[in-house]
Every structure is written in C-alpha cells, then in structure tokens.
C-alpha cells in the first residue's frame, strides 16, 4: 500500500520528505541525504516492468507497475508530481493500492520564482506552464524510455485533483504552515501518518522536534553545499545549480515582476481566495 507525498514541482515536496524520512526512517530525528531513498518517485524507471515507449502507453502503466512494486499490506511512502485526474483515458492510483496521501500546496506567485530557477525558464514561460492544464513532466531517457512520464495538468487541477477525492484518505497542507505554525503541522502529519498506519503509538516529541530542526530550510542548504544533492539540476551552461535555493526567503511582494503578479492574481484569482492567499497589488 502506499501512502503518496504529492505536490505540483516546487511546493516543498523534498522539505516535506525529508522530515518524514527523518522521524520514520532514523533513529533520533537526525536528518541525512541518504534518508530519501526511503522515499523515491513514482511513476520512474525504477519502478517499471519494462521499457515505454510512448505518453499513452506510460498512463496505462501506471496502475499495473504500482501493483507489481507496492501492493500487499507493506506501506510504502512515495513521492509524486502526478495529477489524479485521468490522462488518455488513463486513472493514476486507484484506492486498492493508495493508503492515503500528504499533498503540499503552495502560493503560485513564489512558486512560479522557484520554476524560473530549477528549470531555467523566464517568468513568461513559467507563467504558460502553470495555467496549462495539458501540461506534463517527462524527463526521457537517452534510448526513449517514457517510465518516467508524469502528468501535470495546469497549476490549479492539480492541487484540486488531489484535495477533492474521495478514493482515498488526504492531508491538505500550505507550504507557508512549514515555516508559520511549524510544530503543529508536522505533528498533524504524524498523527495522519500514524493513523493510516494504525499506529496508535504516542508521538515521540523529542524525535519530533529533532527531525524538525534537523530538517530547517538552511540546514539543508548548508547540507547540499557541503555534501552535494543528487536531485539538483544543471543550468544549459552546464553550472549546477542549488536546489535549495531562497526557501521561505522566496517573498513574491520584493521579487515578482508586476505583469507576472497581474496575470496570476487575475488569472488564479479564486484559486487564491480559496486556499486564503491574499490578493493584492
């Protein structure tokens, strides 16, 4: 069974995974690169029967490849950028093989700046992938390998996609929380987490705020410059770039260009009046 860490790219999905591994997957809460393994990514090459070779045969895969690797009482947290809409047809998950599911959402308007950086992009092409509701993540391999395929959808779908089914059991959390309300809401994803388990242990708080503080922002930012981190990218110069990069210091008051703000709080404006982002000039 698995229990999915989801969210559109750049919402905090790895800060979120990286406490997680640290309070399940060591002993005192102590954070380390090497935790993550515990939570790897699906759809991936790792977790495919055989080789794809197309978008459509990719949908049709998934659901047959997350039976071959995950099912049976074992719970498995794994990580995901997918859309739970259906592609071509095509179901991500369904609620035999999904336990439940941590999705993160965070504010467009810094999570676009996040974009530019990552995947070398200018605002306006951020912009377009946002509100593109075809929108999908493929990073083929060299012999066009499509495993791992993923299905986006716009910005707005996706976060819906997730916080309105009912296959299974969601926690809804904000990207801001991690950093305003920090200590109740990791142990509201504990005692999420240990619900889905029936895990009726009492929450360890000294682990807790262990994997907490192990975990801060600029923790592992000093991590990655000092030990690296497979996950970041290279710019098309060739330069690695930090995957860690501003974190809560990403503010789209001081940094966001004024036609790109115009575009997203007009264009998502009820999406930011539901999840209570403000809208303002």
Do not use: C
Not at 50 to 62: L, R, V, Y
Not at 144 to 167: Q, R
Request: positive net charge; glycine residues 4%; charged residues 25%.
């Amino acid at each position: 069974m698995i229990i999915w860490i989801a969210s559109y790219p750049k919402s905090g999905n790895t800060y979120l995974r990286s406490f997680i591994s640290s309070y399940y997957f060591s002993k005192k809460g102590k954070f380390d690169f090497d935790l993550l393994l515990n939570i790897l990514q699906f759809p991936s090459i790792k977790f495919s029967k055989k080789k794809i070779n197309s978008e459509q045969e990719a949908s049709q895969s998934w659901i047959y490849n997350q039976q071959q690797f995950f099912s049976g009482e074992k719970v498995h947290f794994i990580k995901t950028h997918s859309n739970l809409n259906e592609y071509k047809g095509n179901s991500f998950t369904t609620e035999n093989l999904s336990l439940g599911g941590i999705y993160i959402v965070r504010d467009p308007r810094n999570l676009i700046t996040s974009m530019t950086h990552h995947y070398s992009l200018n605002y306006d092409q951020a912009y377009s992938k946002i509100i593109n509701k075809n929108q999908t993540l493929l990073e083929k391999s060299t012999d066009g390998d499509y495993s791992n395929f993923t299905f986006l959808g716009s910005w707005s779908s996706h976060y819906k996609s997730w916080k309105n089914t009912n296959d299974f059991k969601t926690l809804f959390i904000k990207y801001e929380d991690l950093e305003n309300n920090k200590f109740d809401t990791f142990k509201k994803i504990v005692n999420f987490i240990n619900t889905l388990k029936k895990n009726d242990k009492i929450i360890n708080e000294k682990k807790l705020i262990n994997s907490i503080n192990s975990t801060n922002f600029s923790n592992l930012k000093n991590k990655e410059e000092n030990e690296g981190f497979e996950e970041s990218v290279y710019s098309k110069s060739g330069e690695k770039k930090r995957f860690f990069n501003l974190g809560f210091n990403n503010r789209w008051q001081k940094i966001l260009p004024k036609n790109i703000l115009n575009k997203l709080n007009n264009t998502l404006q009820n999406e930011l009046n539901e999840l209570g982002y403000e809208v303002n000039e």
